[in-house]
């Protein structure tokens, strides 16, 4: 066994010793262990199995993946209608750009802050793992537990478009009360959920020969340090986006670069050209961008390639500190962390950027033809990103959102993916990507969003548009007979009562609604922060009463006869 992984185990062990219940840390530990991204839930899936041979469980799964592990009932409960908790096995693999980490290799290293638990530089897979492990805790109890039948359900490939979840077999489980434990905020029932679909634009630039002259040099604009997260529960908190931030930077930097003085002549205009004098030379170039990851998170970082005039050089680097003076006003309470940065390729970070010298000439990257840059910037800046409607109904609930989730090379991308691919002469164009994910409690409210995003497409000269078929909502039902089971049960667990809320994030619970006809369900669980991101942390403090909670529930639904 490598070294490292010895090391993150050891780490692990240590910073979840002594937490309870013991046996739900013991299993969220294991998972954390085993590699899990989205489409990649082979060895969990093996794991899981072989936990329920070992205990002589019976399990079932259909075609595209889906796992249920039946336990029957005991303690008093064997006659009781069966119970479906409910949990997706993979995770948002999201990591700080220093770290080297291979989500599909390496296990995560866990480490304990005050009342949290969190990974170092990486995503903790809190979300949904410790839905995960509570189900493998409940299946693992003692003949004499006073519990219902149980079917865990084990659902695949949810945070990149709820794949599991819409190709459910509609025969996998049987019974029709369903508990989710993939909510994060302790204290709260969940009876609702957003509906959301993704829309792909793919824009395709001209390349062309960087300029023969004026002497330019490369540098790299990077936006980082941002607290990302999750695009639905954090989307009305006004994070930063990076990649609008960077097409903001790369702006500045355009008006810089045409602006600044140059040798022998006067300030030039840009966009604008003459027969002679230095002002007609091209300030900048860019050469490539790209941000964000994950269609679900926040985009935490971006970077662009550019070629600088050495001549305006110091132009563009006042314009840039500038904006970082702009953005800490703007975000500086928030995003205590975010930076623009403007470094010569190759060089110091400390260097200043007018000390450095024409280390760029003769570089013979292709560039993106000037007006297709305004086109790039001008859709990344015009596309609607965070809240756009609050409900009228649930005061403070966002009702709609967009979350401009990436901006990617096609080329890069995974064969099968929206706008995966090159143009068909790569030599002289390039093909951009840009992935946005809607969300609302309404249906036609996300349409109409998502018809405003096609629209601009069309305006910004898109030769392609992917629009995924949203997936729904799930639809509150207060009259809900396990609601107000676990209300009471709440209640006396806590001497108080549990808020009920609709959330604006995407849960299986409305799809699988609709694939098991009559299906009644709540959702809850423990207090989770910074979901999506490197950030994300679970409160330790709230694991345990989440899980007796459970248990109540279950012992109530154990009494239930049809």
Not at 117 to 140: E, K, M, R, Y
Not at 304 to 324: F, M
Not at 446 to 466: F, K, M, P, S, Y
Not at 478 to 504: F, N, R, W
Request: glycine share 12%.
């Amino acid at each position: 066994m490598p070294t490292t992984t010895v090391d993150a185990r050891a780490a692990t062990e240590a910073a979840v010793a002594g937490l309870q219940p013991p046996a739900l840390w013991n299993f969220f530990a294991q998972l954390t262990q085993i590699p899990r991204p989205s489409k990649h839930e082979t060895r969990v899936l093996q794991y899981l199995k072989d936990f329920a041979d070992a205990r002589q469980l019976s399990w079932r799964q259909d075609a595209v993946g889906n796992l249920v592990i039946c336990r029957p009932g005991s303690g008093g409960g064997e006659t009781a209608p069966g119970v479906v908790i409910q949990g997706h096995i993979d995770m948002v693999c999201e990591k700080d750009p220093a770290l080297a980490h291979d989500f599909l290799a390496d296990p995560l290293r866990l480490r304990r802050e005050g009342d949290w638990l969190q990974a170092t530089g990486t995503t903790l897979g809190a979300d949904n793992g410790i839905g995960v492990a509570a189900a493998l805790a409940l299946l693992d109890l003692p003949p004499s537990a006073k519990l219902p039948p149980l079917e865990c359900l084990f659902t695949v490939d949810e945070e990149t478009g709820l794949t599991g979840a819409f190709q459910v077999s509609p025969d996998l489980v049987r019974g029709r009360t369903m508990l989710n434990l993939d909510t994060e905020d302790w204290g709260e029932v969940f009876i609702g959920c957003a509906g959301g679909g993704d829309t792909t634009l793919v824009l395709e630039v001209a390349l062309q020969p960087p300029p023969a002259s004026p002497p330019m040099s490369a540098y790299e604009l990077t936006v980082g340090g941002l607290l990302g997260g999750h695009s639905g529960l954090n989307i009305a908190e006004g994070r930063g986006n990076a990649v609008q931030l960077l097409a903001r930077a790369l702006a500045a930097v355009e008006r810089a670069a045409a602006a600044a003085p140059v040798e022998g002549g006067a300030a030039g205009v840009s966009g604008a050209g003459t027969a002679a004098g230095a002002a007609a030379e091209p300030g900048w170039r860019l050469v490539d961008a790209s941000g964000g990851d994950k269609r679900n998170a926040i985009a935490r970082d971006a970077r662009a390639v550019i070629l600088v005039s050495d001549a305006r050089r110091e132009a563009v680097a006042a314009a840039v500190c500038e904006l970082q003076q702009q953005l800490a006003a703007e975000y500086g309470r928030l995003e205590g962390g975010l930076a623009v940065r403007l470094r010569r390729r190759g060089g110091s970070a400390e260097e200043p950027l007018a000390a450095q010298g024409q280390q760029g000439q003769g570089l013979q990257q292709q560039v993106v033809a000037p007006a297709d840059v305004d086109r790039l910037l001008a859709l990344l800046r015009g596309l609607p990103h965070g809240p756009l409607k609050f409900s009228h109904a649930v005061p403070g609930l966002v009702e709609t959102s967009n979350n401009l989730a990436s901006l990617k090379d096609g080329a890069t991308l995974p064969p099968g993916e929206p706008g995966a691919g090159g143009p068909a002469h790569p030599a002289s164009a390039r093909r951009y990507v840009v992935t946005c994910t809607t969300r609302s409690s309404l249906t036609p409210a996300l349409e109409a969003t998502r018809d405003v995003i096609a629209g601009l497409a069309r305006l910004a000269g898109c030769v392609a548009l992917h629009r995924k078929p949203a997936y729904p909502g799930w639809q509150p039902d207060p009259t809900s007979p396990v609601l107000q089971m676990t209300l009471d049960a709440y209640k006396e667990l806590t001497g108080s009562d549990a808020k009920v809320s609709a959330i604006h994030a995407g849960l299986e619970c409305g799809i699988l609604q609709q694939r098991f006809a009559g299906m009644d369900c709540v959702s809850f669980g423990p207090t989770i922060k910074g979901a999506h991101s490197p950030d994300e942390r679970v409160q330790l403090s709230t694991v345990e009463p989440f899980w007796d909670l459970t248990l109540r529930l279950l012992q109530r639904l154990a009494d239930v006869r049809q």
